[in-house]
């Protein structure tokens, strides 16, 4: 059974760090891109980050450029979110999803985490 854990959210005021963490089991993990999604009430979920199993190569999207820096650990088949500069508009539920195609499409996701609420108050 796949499960992918996501935990690290929380309520935050502007400007401020959070690192989320998402950790996978039942899966062998260096088969799988890994990505970051996040949806805020009444919106499309949106693309945030990915980043290939090997993580030489990463994507970002483009609301979260220079802010956010995925990142993973293939020894402890996890795989991060640091969210630096925080604003308002990155209130949402955050999700981890892994793909064995790196993509930023989220319906090429295989599997999804349960999702973890950061809030950002101004």
């Known amino acids: 059974q796949v499960q992918l854990v996501e935990s690290g959210g929380g309520l935050v005021q502007t400007g401020d760090s959070l690192r989320l963490s998402c950790s996978c089991s039942?899966?062998?993990?260096?088969?799988?891109?890994m990505g970051w999604f996040r949806q805020a009430p009444g919106k499309d979920r949106e693309f945030v980050a990915a980043i290939t199993w090997s993580g030489t190569s990463i994507v970002y999207g483009d609301s979260v450029k220079g802010r956010f820096t995925i990142s993973r650990d293939n020894a402890k088949n996890t795989v991060y979110l640091q969210m630096n500069g925080l604003k308002p508009e990155d209130t949402a539920v955050y999700y981890c999803?892994?793909?064995?195609?790196?993509?930023?499409?989220?319906?090429?996701?295989?599997?999804w985490g349960q999702g973890t609420q950061v809030t950002v108050s101004s």
């Open positions: 999803a892994a793909t064995k195609v790196y993509t930023v499409v989220a319906i090429q996701y295989d599997f």
């Open positions: 039942g899966l062998t993990f260096t088969d799988y891109a």
